[in-house]
């Protein structure tokens, strides 16, 4: 899936980003970049590990 011109290469980090900007950052209002990256990694670990965890034990949940 890496090969030169295929269209799907990114598509699994472009949802990623918009993911994450839809549902944290957009309309958020942040004081210092510390304090951005403490919400993106608070997403991170909150969501997407949870989110992980739950299929490396084999196990599908649907949302």
Known sequence: MSGTGNCYDNAP????W???KVERVHDAIYE???EVRRD?????????NCDLSVFSA??????
């Open 18 to 20: 918009h993911s994450l």
């Open 40 to 48: 993106i990694f608070d997403y991170i670990e909150g969501f997407y």
């Open 58 to 63: 084999g196990i599908y949940l649907s949302r």
């Open 32 to 34: 210092t970049r510390e």
């Open 13 to 16: 980090i472009e949802s990623f």
